[in-house]
């Protein structure tokens, strides 16, 4: 409680932390209400396929059929932003998770043991590191075939390299305290020791770095969407939804903005989603990064 | 200092080694038939594949592919390229200059409204420039690159009809490959320039201000963070308050003492710019359909032009490590603590 109370302490002074708990609050919620807000049509297998009225190529404007009017071959946009939303959390959940959990697990592997072990994996973070991060992604999909699944593994496997040398940097730092020596002497196991001693307590810079990246993640996934490497078609996904507005950027004549929509709604919502992350990942940083009080 | 460089030009073929073995292993991935199309130079070959499998041991362990592979690129056949119509080789050198121009174009605005606004928010912290400026850092740095290039080209193609994507109209790419156009620099608008075409060089110009506009947004956050943040520290410290109890114009102390230290970081970084720069080429140039090496490796990706996935990812890796290079030696002639003390 004393804990909350001191995290809120923070906040209060910090309206750009505050729109950012309310930017994720908001679409969690439309996340968790997506089967009342956008109810799938009775008899539909898959709650994350777009319904489709028609196949007709242009988009409709928004109407009170549908609030956010069709992209083209006439997906609700509607449907496609509200069950996006539950697709873009969970991407940037899992793969974020995944990445941690293999940075934490490797990174601290290399810390512990150092020698050959830390050499071989450093050198490997190297190297992946070599490539700008969308770079490898886009190859890695590509050579996989175009899925929502493979996008995923792709950007864990250009996300985890940073935290792995961030936990080796404070594991190396954590395993010469009292501590552990203590902990071997009693004759604790290696696994035991970096369990649970050392990985507890260098783990925080990791978690900070973590929140902070949410954005970008969340972005890179998009892009590789966009490109048309994610989900298949008719998927809820934001990425994908911005890339069937690509063809309608120009409108008609006399009217240049008649498919404004098709940009605009699927844009603005991945710009608060990695905007909202953004926001938290600062606030997080500052409620536990002890030097910035 | 020599030392240093060394040390870290020694490096660099071991990184090439790994680069190149990770890609190679990707690969492997696809099935020998895909594989091939990495030896194929000529469509009229694609007759014979089952024999260049077997020539080329696709069917062997991936040591040895990977070792019959680096005795080819070494040779500098690095195969044909479906998506860009070319052999690999021509095509980098066709692509690489526009993706260098474009980035070129875009990193000295960041770099100048970057350190402008990161020293106006330290100096003015917690001011209306301070929130101002921190605000939209803040959301360059949340907008997706293709979210803002669709909404320009929407707003400044589609409605004003000011800044159309590609690199330039048809008059003018008849003329910049004609016979009596000379490419001095590979740069476009330079060498319009110097070939005293006015008119071609305004064209060319024009279609590089959406694409290094998106570019400028969507990367200078990181920039006027960082500057701000090390300004800051630098105000505080002993000496600045020393040179303000001496009565120095706070001009002088901001732009001699405190700037002049601040900028260490901010000129390491500024290669980190230019790497960032390399990534975000690959969405933007794929928007507005400029024809660089990002939208070559994003078009050679969705068709599974193999050929042009490596010869657009190693290059991409190529110049990425390069720009690391160029930081750490930056570090070491700005900073006189690591130019002395190793």
Redesign the interface.
Same mark, same amino acid.
């Given at each position: 409680m004393a804990k909350l109370k001191s995290i809120w302490k923070v906040l209060k002074h910090r309206p750009?932390s505050l729109l950012g708990f309310g930017l994720i609050g908001f679409f969690l919620s439309v996340a968790l209400l997506a089967p009342v807000l956008a109810p799938p049509e009775a008899g539909s297998r898959d709650s994350y396929i777009i319904p489709q009225s028609g196949y007709s190529p242009d988009p409709v404007r928004p109407s009170k059929e549908h609030w956010f009017g069709t992209t083209e071959q006439q997906y609700d946009l509607y449907y496609g932003m509200v069950w996006g939303t539950r697709t873009a959390f969970s991407v940037a959940l899992k793969v974020v998770g995944f990445s941690v959990c293999v940075g934490i697990l490797l990174g601290g592997a290399a810390g512990f043991y150092g020698g050959w072990i830390d050499e071989l994996l450093m050198?490997?973070t190297?190297?992946?590191l070599?490539?700008?991060?969308? #770079?490898?992604a886009? #190859?890695?999909?590509?050579?996989?075939g175009p899925s929502l699944e493979n996008v995923m593994i792709a950007v864990t496997a250009v996300s985890w390299p940073s935290y792995a040398r961030l936990m080796r940097g404070d594991v190396m730092s954590v395993k010469e305290r009292d501590f552990v020596a203590a902990a071997r002497a009693i004759g604790a196991s290696d696994a035991r020791i970096l369990f649970r001693h050392i990985i507890p307590n260098s783990i925080y810079p990791v978690l900070v770095v973590a929140s902070l990246s949410m954005?970008r993640i969340v972005?890179t996934a998009?892009?590789l969407s966009? @490109?048309?490497?994610g989900a298949p078609l008719g998927y809820a996904d934001w990425g994908q939804l911005?890339s069937l507005?690509?063809n309608w950027?120009?409108?008609s004549a006399g009217n240049?903005?008649e498919y404004?929509h098709t #940009?605009?709604i699927p844009?603005i919502a991945?710009?608060l989603f #990695? @905007?909202g992350w953004?926001?938290l990942g600062d606030a997080v940083r500052d409620i536990l990064d002890p030097r910035q009080k | 200092m020599l030392k240093f460089c060394l040390k870290r030009l020694a490096f660099l073929p071991f990184v090439m080694f790994g680069v190149t073995a990770l890609l190679f292993s990707c690969l492997q991935f696809l099935s020998p038939e895909m594989r091939a199309s990495l030896y194929i130079k000529d469509p009229r070959q694609l007759s014979q594949l089952e024999a260049v499998i077997e020539k080329h041991g696709l069917r062997k362990p991936v040591y040895i592919q990977y070792g019959l592979w680096l005795k080819q690129v070494a040779r500098g056949e690095l195969g044909y390229s479906e998506t860009a119509k070319m052999p690999v080789a021509q095509a980098v050198k066709a692509f690489f200059p526009a993706t260098f121009e474009l980035t070129l174009i875009a990193f000295f605005p960041i770099m100048i409204v970057g350190v402008y606004f990161g020293v106006l928010s330290a100096v003015y912290k917690d001011k209306l420039i301070d929130h101002v400026s921190r605000f939209v850092a803040i959301t360059g740095y949340s907008l997706p690159s293709f979210v803002l290039g669709l909404l320009l080209l929407m707003v400044f193609y589609g409605r004003l009809h000011w800044f159309p994507p590609g690199r330039y109209d048809l008059a003018t790419d008849m003329l910049v490959h004609a016979d009596s156009f000379r490419h001095w620099t590979g740069l476009l608008t330079l060498d319009c320039l110097l070939n005293g075409e006015g008119k071609a060089f305004l064209t060319v110009a024009k279609h590089m201000v959406l694409p290094a506009t998106t570019l400028l947004y969507i990367s200078v956050a990181l920039l006027l963070r960082i500057t701000r943040s090390t300004m800051l520290e630098e105000l505080s410290k002993d000496y600045v308050r020393t040179a303000r109890a001496k009565g120095l114009p706070e001009k002088v102390i901001i732009r001699k003492h405190a700037l002049a230290n601040a900028l260490i970081p901010v000129v390491t970084l500024s290669s980190l710019m230019f790497i960032g720069l390399l990534g975000g080429v690959v969405i933007t140039e794929t928007v507005f359909d400029f024809p660089g090496i990002g939208r070559w490796g994003v078009q050679a990706a969705q068709q599974l032009d193999i050929p042009g996935v490596l010869g657009s990812t190693l290059l991409a890796a190529f110049l990425f490590v390069m720009a690391n290079l160029v930081s750490d030696l930056l570090y070491a002639v700005v900073d006189p603590r690591i130019r002395v003390g190793n």
């Amino acid at each position: 409680m004393a804990k909350l109370k001191s995290i809120w302490k923070v906040l209060k002074h910090r309206p750009m932390s505050l729109l950012g708990f309310g930017l994720i609050g908001f679409f969690l919620s439309v996340a968790l209400l997506a089967p009342v807000l956008a109810p799938p049509e009775a008899g539909s297998r898959d709650s994350y396929i777009i319904p489709q009225s028609g196949y007709s190529p242009d988009p409709v404007r928004p109407s009170k059929e549908h609030w956010f009017g069709t992209t083209e071959q006439q997906y609700d946009l509607y449907y496609g932003m509200v069950w996006g939303t539950r697709t873009a959390f969970s991407v940037a959940l899992k793969v974020v998770g995944f990445s941690v959990c293999v940075g934490i697990l490797l990174g601290g592997a290399a810390g512990f043991y150092g020698g050959w072990i830390d050499e071989l994996l450093m050198r490997f973070t190297d190297v992946i590191l070599a490539f700008p991060d969308i #770079v490898l992604a886009v #190859v890695i999909v590509a050579v996989r075939g175009p899925s929502l699944e493979n996008v995923m593994i792709a950007v864990t496997a250009v996300s985890w390299p940073s935290y792995a040398r961030l936990m080796r940097g404070d594991v190396m730092s954590v395993k010469e305290r009292d501590f552990v020596a203590a902990a071997r002497a009693i004759g604790a196991s290696d696994a035991r020791i970096l369990f649970r001693h050392i990985i507890p307590n260098s783990i925080y810079p990791v978690l900070v770095v973590a929140s902070l990246s949410m954005g970008r993640i969340v972005i890179t996934a998009a892009a590789l969407s966009f @490109l048309g490497l994610g989900a298949p078609l008719g998927y809820a996904d934001w990425g994908q939804l911005i890339s069937l507005s690509r063809n309608w950027i120009l409108g008609s004549a006399g009217n240049p903005f008649e498919y404004w929509h098709t #940009v605009f709604i699927p844009g603005i919502a991945i710009f608060l989603f #990695v @905007l909202g992350w953004n926001l938290l990942g600062d606030a997080v940083r500052d409620i536990l990064d002890p030097r910035q009080k | 200092m020599l030392k240093f460089c060394l040390k870290r030009l020694a490096f660099l073929p071991f990184v090439m080694f790994g680069v190149t073995a990770l890609l190679f292993s990707c690969l492997q991935f696809l099935s020998p038939e895909m594989r091939a199309s990495l030896y194929i130079k000529d469509p009229r070959q694609l007759s014979q594949l089952e024999a260049v499998i077997e020539k080329h041991g696709l069917r062997k362990p991936v040591y040895i592919q990977y070792g019959l592979w680096l005795k080819q690129v070494a040779r500098g056949e690095l195969g044909y390229s479906e998506t860009a119509k070319m052999p690999v080789a021509q095509a980098v050198k066709a692509f690489f200059p526009a993706t260098f121009e474009l980035t070129l174009i875009a990193f000295f605005p960041i770099m100048i409204v970057g350190v402008y606004f990161g020293v106006l928010s330290a100096v003015y912290k917690d001011k209306l420039i301070d929130h101002v400026s921190r605000f939209v850092a803040i959301t360059g740095y949340s907008l997706p690159s293709f979210v803002l290039g669709l909404l320009l080209l929407m707003v400044f193609y589609g409605r004003l009809h000011w800044f159309p994507p590609g690199r330039y109209d048809l008059a003018t790419d008849m003329l910049v490959h004609a016979d009596s156009f000379r490419h001095w620099t590979g740069l476009l608008t330079l060498d319009c320039l110097l070939n005293g075409e006015g008119k071609a060089f305004l064209t060319v110009a024009k279609h590089m201000v959406l694409p290094a506009t998106t570019l400028l947004y969507i990367s200078v956050a990181l920039l006027l963070r960082i500057t701000r943040s090390t300004m800051l520290e630098e105000l505080s410290k002993d000496y600045v308050r020393t040179a303000r109890a001496k009565g120095l114009p706070e001009k002088v102390i901001i732009r001699k003492h405190a700037l002049a230290n601040a900028l260490i970081p901010v000129v390491t970084l500024s290669s980190l710019m230019f790497i960032g720069l390399l990534g975000g080429v690959v969405i933007t140039e794929t928007v507005f359909d400029f024809p660089g090496i990002g939208r070559w490796g994003v078009q050679a990706a969705q068709q599974l032009d193999i050929p042009g996935v490596l010869g657009s990812t190693l290059l991409a890796a190529f110049l990425f490590v390069m720009a690391n290079l160029v930081s750490d030696l930056l570090y070491a002639v700005v900073d006189p603590r690591i130019r002395v003390g190793n």
